[in-house]
């Protein structure tokens, strides 16, 4: 028996497309003191009916559902905000990418319960692939899993591969990807299955820290490239120190609504692809009871690990935002935020990896 919070929202809603990051956090954020949170608009709906866990913070109130999904003597994999799954379009399924024993979870959501595994091929023409950096749930009972950062692959529900994607084959014309250059996150946006919208950066110590969308559009052949940072302030947010420690904003990218929506973790900015003109749309809002941003003041650069968490403390105090999220019921957009107190000395466990700096196909 696996125990799930608000599953039917979480798992429709919170999916994340998270940075793998060169900092070990686990025990870093257990040193938080106390987080505030809030909820523009002031709203959250329950989804199950169970056991209810509600908090009070100020003129804020929340409330969270616990549900139990029978798994059937299986372990469910429920890491990564439940990043490689997807919903059906009736709401009655969930479809999970269990990265342990490489097998797709089917669940129904309505008796909570595993109704079969899967199983994936590795290797060959139907695999999936080793290193899983992206996972879309399609609308047509399809999957579209990135191995590596360059490779794609569509798939059934039953496991066959069905078309294969790469993103540095040498027929692409335009802005083609760099060798500098990752595809973090990948996106199927079209009912064709002709369009891909990437998620592209550079990171590392010594790079441009930059980031933008790729359009890879399948039947032409071609690549054209999006700004999502007009005012660089993604590369003012990535930290970096000289004992080589780097830590970049995590950026969400996702479909909501049926539109890709990017956003990250420390301005309120949205940003949207508007298909019908091509271009990149900005939502311009003001937030009312928080900061719009963390500070740009800030340096990014600095001598020591220390020090950076230093910096990065102030920034998590000022404030933090979430994933923008969907509601279909009040066709509304939610986003959660919240500030950070920290002990005044927190002890830190950092493990630091060597820098990448090759492709990895």
Same mark, same amino acid.
């Given at each position: 028996?696996?125990?799930l919070?608000?599953v039917?929202r979480?798992f429709?809603?919170?999916?994340?497309?998270?940075? %793998?990051?060169v900092? %070990?956090?686990?025990r870093?954020l257990f040193?938080?003191k106390?987080?505030f949170?809030?909820?523009f608009?002031?709203l959250?709906s329950a989804c199950q009916q169970?056991d209810?866990d &509600?908090q009070?913070?100020?003129a #804020?109130?929340y &409330?969270?559902d616990?549900?139990?999904?029978?798994?059937?003597?299986?372990i469910?994999?429920?890491?990564?905000?439940?990043?490689?799954?997807g919903?059906?379009?009736?709401?009655?399924?969930?479809y999970?990418f269990?990265l342990?024993?490489?097998?797709?979870e089917?669940?129904d959501?309505?008796?909570?319960?595993l109704?079969?595994?899967?199983?994936?091929q590795?290797e060959?023409?139907?695999?999936a692939?080793? %290193?899983m950096?992206?996972f879309?749930y399609?609308?047509?009972? +399809? #999957?579209l899993?990135?191995?590596?950062?360059?490779?794609?692959?569509v798939f /059934?529900?039953?496991?066959?591969?069905?078309?294969?994607i790469s993103?540095?084959d040498?027929?692409?014309?335009?802005k083609?990807?760099q060798d500098a250059?990752?595809?973090?996150k990948? #996106? +199927?946006?079209d009912?064709?299955?002709?369009?891909v919208?990437t998620l592209?950066t550079?990171e590392?110590?010594?790079?441009?820290?930059k980031?933008?969308?790729?359009?890879? /559009?399948l039947d032409?052949?071609?690549v054209? @490239?999006?700004?999502?940072?007009?005012?660089e302030k993604?590369k003012?947010?990535?930290?970096s120190s000289?004992?080589?420690?780097?830590l970049p904003?995590l950026?969400?990218?996702s479909?909501?609504?049926?539109?890709?929506?990017? &956003?990250?973790q420390? &301005?309120?900015?949205?940003?949207?692809?508007d298909?019908?003109a091509n271009?990149?749309?900005?939502?311009d809002?003001?937030?009312?009871?928080t900061p %719009?941003?963390?500070?740009?003041a800030l340096?990014n650069?600095?001598?020591?690990?220390?020090?950076?968490?230093?910096?990065?403390?102030?920034?998590?105090?000022?404030?933090?935002?979430g994933h #923008?999220?969907?509601?279909p019921?009040? /066709?509304?957009?939610?986003?959660?935020?919240?500030?950070t107190?920290?002990?005044?000395?927190?002890?830190r466990?950092?493990?630091?990896?060597?820098?990448?700096? @090759? @492709?990895?196909?």
């Amino acid at each position: 028996m696996v125990s799930l919070n608000n599953v039917k929202r979480l798992f429709h809603s919170f999916k994340t497309a998270y940075f %793998n990051l060169v900092i %070990n956090l686990n025990r870093y954020l257990f040193s938080m003191k106390k987080s505030f949170f809030w909820l523009f608009p002031l709203l959250i709906s329950a989804c199950q009916q169970k056991d209810h866990d &509600t908090q009070q913070l100020d003129a #804020l109130t929340y &409330t969270m559902d616990t549900v139990t999904v029978d798994a059937k003597g299986e372990i469910l994999d429920v890491k990564r905000s439940l990043g490689n799954s997807g919903i059906t379009n009736d709401q009655q399924f969930l479809y999970n990418f269990n990265l342990f024993d490489h097998h797709l979870e089917k669940i129904d959501l309505n008796k909570l319960e595993l109704v079969h595994k899967t199983p994936f091929q590795k290797e060959g023409p139907n695999g999936a692939g080793n %290193n899983m950096s992206s996972f879309q749930y399609l609308k047509q009972d +399809l #999957l579209l899993i990135s191995s590596g950062f360059y490779k794609l692959k569509v798939f /059934d529900l039953h496991g066959k591969a069905i078309q294969h994607i790469s993103l540095i084959d040498q027929n692409w014309k335009g802005k083609v990807i760099q060798d500098a250059e990752l595809c973090r996150k990948n #996106l +199927l946006i079209d009912q064709n299955l002709t369009k891909v919208l990437t998620l592209v950066t550079e990171e590392g110590l010594n790079t441009n820290h930059k980031a933008e969308l790729a359009l890879f /559009d399948l039947d032409k052949h071609t690549v054209s @490239r999006f700004d999502i940072d007009p005012e660089e302030k993604i590369k003012h947010y990535s930290l970096s120190s000289e004992d080589y420690t780097y830590l970049p904003p995590l950026i969400y990218f996702s479909i909501q609504n049926d539109l890709p929506v990017i &956003t990250h973790q420390f &301005t309120n900015e949205i940003y949207w692809y508007d298909s019908a003109a091509n271009q990149i749309q900005e939502v311009d809002y003001e937030s009312h009871l928080t900061p %719009n941003e963390v500070s740009t003041a800030l340096h990014n650069r600095f001598g020591t690990t220390e020090e950076l968490f230093e910096v990065f403390e102030k920034m998590n105090e000022q404030i933090r935002f979430g994933h #923008l999220v969907y509601d279909p019921n009040s /066709d509304r957009y939610f986003r959660f935020s919240f500030q950070t107190e920290f002990k005044e000395k927190s002890g830190r466990e950092v493990t630091l990896l060597k820098p990448k700096t @090759r @492709r990895c196909t």
